[in-house]
T-cell receptor, first 109, second 119 residues
Framework: KQEVTQIPAALSVPEGENLVLNCSFT??????LQWFRQDPGKGLTSLLL?????REQTSGRLNASLDKSSGRSTLYIAASQPGDSATYLC????????FGTGTSLTVIP | GAVVSQHPSWVICKSGTSVKIECRSL??????MFWYRQFPKQSLMLMAT?????????EQGVEKDKFLINHASLTLSTLTVTSAHPEDSSFYIC???????????????FGPGTRLLVL
């Protein structure tokens, strides 16, 4: 069974810092990997989707990479802002979606 | 882009009552929808896969007689929590498999979630 792990579980950084969130998965047979943002008590907002044949995707200050062979993905956030504070979830798509445990990010003004 | 809605967004009910949650794909047809449950400070756990016109497929440990799923049309799936108890209080999120961007590979689109509180 696919297992998805995210490190760190929580992260607190001052505004303006660049940061990296990590996601690892045990089964490399995936269709794609997706990064989501979840605000407290809210649903999911899709940030980036990387197909299994791709290495990275970029959107604004966000960059996600995928190394399928090693079972790893990173989400890079440049010049962090207080509005980036949220929980970030990665999910891998195989026969179903498997979600990671999430990283709770706090950006301090 | 593809949009999935859920109704209601939150519900409070008494123990022993049944609660129905709707999941709709607004601008696309979805033959497959998924229901997830999320407990506080935990990640999403897949409960069941809902297929239009056929029975839902439940994940191990999910009681199919307690969590009734009906996918009667290509744009609507419902989850009914029967005889709800306080331990059923959770955040329920649905998703629908839909067209990818620019006609690309299909992907999942998530609803905003329904928060259930059983007293």
């Amino acid at each position: 069974k696919q297992e998805v792990t995210q490190i760190p579980a929580a992260l607190s950084v001052p505004e303006g810092e660049n940061l990296v969130l990590n996601c690892s998965f045990t089964d490399s047979a995936i269709y794609n990997l997706q990064w989501f943002r979840q605000d407290p008590g809210k649903g999911l907002t899709s940030l980036l989707l990387i197909q299994s044949s791709q290495r990275e995707q970029t959107s604004g200050r966000l960059n996600a990479s995928l190394d399928k062979s090693s079972g790893r993905s990173t989400l890079y956030i440049a010049a962090s802002q207080p509005g980036d504070s949220a929980t970030y979830l990665c999910a891998v798509a195989g026969n179903q979606f498997y979600f990671g445990t999430g990283t709770s990010l706090t950006v301090i003004p | 882009g593809a949009v999935v809605s859920q109704h209601p967004s939150w519900v409070i009910c008494k123990s022993g009552t049944s609660v129905k949650i709707e999941c709709r794909s607004l601008d696309f047809q979805a033959t497959t929808m998924f229901w997830y449950r999320q407990f506080p400070k935990q990640s999403l756990m897949l409960m069941a896969t809902s297929n239009e016109g056929s029975k839902a497929t439940y994940e191990q440990g999910v009681e199919k007689d307690k969590f009734l799923i009906n996918h009667a049309s290509l744009t609507l799936s419902t989850l009914t929590v029967t005889s709800a108890h306080p331990e059923d209080s959770s955040f329920y999120i649905c998703s629908a498999r839909g067209p990818g961007a620019s006609g690309g590979v299909e992907t999942q689109y998530f609803g905003p979630g329904t928060r259930l509180l059983v007293l």
